[in-house]
């Protein structure tokens, strides 16, 4: 077998349907034989970091490790995707093809050290330069990443190995790594005996999930154990889904990317705070002066990253162990150990309901030529199908619906990249999330991300899946122009603001479906005609940047009670 077909067979029997990635000369020996002999779809885009970003939408999706490929002229590009994977715990297995070995010592064209690049945002990175080895290295490739933290696993493979030949004795996969995590390594037993000693002598506990919860599936064992000991549940905006965020425990998300007043002000009475798959960063803890004071708070943490434990609160209890498999641990451990138990209930519906009725019903006037991004999130969320994918950028395309958006039905419906938080994402994670799942993808962007990504306009109308892009435009970086006017003081921000484009034409030189909402009473029809048709749709709804109407950043909302300016929170 030739090197091509070994990798080709090696992804069928780990079970891989789909492989993102851009064309280039290194990888056409491995394109022909997968032509010739194989069924896994390639899916084409128009940018190596849109392929990298769809790969880590896809695994999110999907539970199972993305595969990613890029040739070498484009080997550079696919640092934004792997990047947000690594930080995310997101397994993608990426293949970056390469001049032959040794190469680039002479200066061969695109000759570029790619395995000292991609170490430091990989659990491994490797150097194919056997065809025997492929077996083996693309095992331990599944293994490495859907083991313990999730993380992309780099292989680089030279042009020559697609063609070179060899007998291949080892040709088997794993079963267990073809989905993430591989393995539940419960906490340790004491310790688990110790935080149920700690919670259920605490007042007024909490518990928050960051994305760890959802990358361990762990929502039944939450919910099993917030029920049982009625505990009410925050997430941070990337372990948003975690929970039904109707459910009556639900306090929906905490922090100071959609967190509100009411929910942020119910952690930080808390006595006792379990920290649930969280790496507890600055966003998820509104730059860790979000929780109480920590002598007189409890703390908890429970993590399948060792390094996540403890790393920013002193811990009355600090576990290393998968979420799911501890917390149902815990909970046989409670009703064992406690079987005449009996709580308060806890019902935060009022408490949510009250909320969010005040800022759906605030009618704060908006600035001319604006319209409402919260009459927006309303109207999406009264219409948006239980099988619905929503990606969004950080800032302002995230942060409405990361704060009013409702996640009824438990799972990674809303994906963001709150770990690295780059511009240019929610459009190729739309795209990976379409392949991932049948229903509707609604990607909201803003103009500031939008040009990163117009190419890939053609992927998604190529795709012929059902993807709405949303364009909350306000023409300019609203996110730093908010940071410099409301933060540090800046009168007028001189690297913000950029020129107005026509969106709708581009889009509909793509071939999408276009509307532009300019009044509130068309914003149900329209949003509802988008998701009802199957094809590329585009949205285009000028909003107030973020320092004219200010949305739910603690910091900002701070400023603007002190200045009278319009906020929600």
């Known amino acids: 077998m030739n090197g091509a077909e070994v990798i080709l067979r090696m992804l069928e029997l780990h079970g891989v349907s789909h492989v993102f990635g851009l064309p280039g000369e290194t990888t056409i020996g491995w394109y022909k034989e997968w032509q010739k002999s194989s069924t896994i779809e390639y899916v084409l885009t128009r940018d190596e970091r849109t392929a990298s970003y769809a790969a880590e ?13 890029a040739p070498s002229p484009g080997v550079t590009h696919c640092t934004p995707g792997i990047t947000e994977a690594f930080l995310s ?39 194919l330069t056997n065809v025997k080895d492929i077996p083996l290295l693309l095992r331990r ?46 906490a340790d037993h004491k310790k688990i005996r110790k935080a149920v000693e700690a919670l259920l002598s605490a007042e007024k506990p909490v518990i928050v999930c960051g994305q760890g919860a959802l990358i361990s599936k762990a929502t039944d064992a939450v919910l099993e154990l917030a029920e049982l000991l009625q505990i009410p549940v925050g997430t941070t905006t990337p372990g948003k889904g975690t929970i039904p965020e109707t459910h009556p425990l639900a306090l929906r998300v905490v922090g100071a990317r959609g967190g509100m007043e009411y929910s942020n002000a119910y952690v930080k009475e808390a006595d006792c705070v379990f920290f649930i798959g969280s790496n507890t960063d600055s966003s998820g803890t509104n730059h860790w002066k979000l929780y109480g004071d920590p002598e007189r708070t409890t703390f908890m943490h429970l993590d399948i990253a060792e390094a996540h434990v403890g790393n920013n609160y002193p811990l009355k209890v600090g ?19 406690h079987p005449t138990l009996t709580r308060n209930k806890v019902d ?21 030529g604006t319209v409402s991004p919260v009459k927006l999130t309303q109207a999406l969320d009264k219409l948006l199908p239980t099988d619905a994918i929503v990606t969004a950028e950080p800032g302002v395309s995230a942060i409405y619906p990361s704060a009013l958006l409702s996640v009824r039905e438990a799972g990674r419906r809303y994906i963001t990249n709150y ?12 795209i990976g999330a379409a392949f991932a799942n049948d229903g509707p993808v609604i990607s909201f962007t803003g103009d500031g991300s939008i040009a990163f990504v117009l190419g890939d306009f053609e992927t998604i109308k190529r795709s012929n899946k059902n993807i709405t892009v949303i364009l909350t435009r306000n023409d ?44 509130e009473d068309q914003i149900e029809a329209t949003l509802a005609e988008a998701i009802n048709n199957p094809g590329a749709n585009f949205i285009e709804m000028m909003v107030p940047s973020q320092d004219k109407i200010i949305p739910f950043v603690p910091p900002w909302v701070d400023v603007a009670r002190e200045r009278k300016l319009p906020y929600f929170y």
């Open 57 to 69: 939408a896809y695994a999110k999706i999907t539970g199972r490790p993305a595969v990613l490929e």
């Open 89 to 127: 715990s997101v397994p993608v297995i990426y293949f970056s093809s390469d001049v032959p070995i040794n190469q680039d010592k002479k200066h061969g064209l695109t000759g570029v050290d790619q395995t000292a690049m991609y170490a430091s945002i990989c659990k491994e990175s490797f150097y």
């Open 141 to 186: 490739a599944f293994r490495v990443a859907t083991s313990g933290r999730p993380a992309p696993v780099h292989i680089r493979v030279p042009i020559n190995v697609f063609h070179e030949e060899a007998e291949i004795t080892d040709l088997y996969a794993e079963e267990d790594y073809q989905f993430y995590p591989s393995h539940r390594p419960v």
């Open 319 to 337: 576990m290393v162990g998968d979420a799911r498999a501890s917390l149902e641990y815990m909970t046989a451990v409670i009703r064992d150990e």
């Open 348 to 368: 935060l519906t009022e408490l949510k309901r009250t909320a969010l009725d005040a800022v759906f019903n605030s009618n704060i006037e908006m600035p001319a």
């Open 419 to 430: 770990s690295m938080g780059a511009l240019g994402y929610s459009v190729p994670a739309g």
């Open 476 to 519: 300019n970086y609203g996110w730093i122009r908010a940071e410099a006017i409301l933060l540090d003081d800046v009168d007028a921000p001189w690297t913000t603001d950029f020129g107005a484009v026509d969106y709708i034409k581009i889009a509909e030189g793509f071939g999408f479906e276009t509307a532009r909402i300019t009044s």
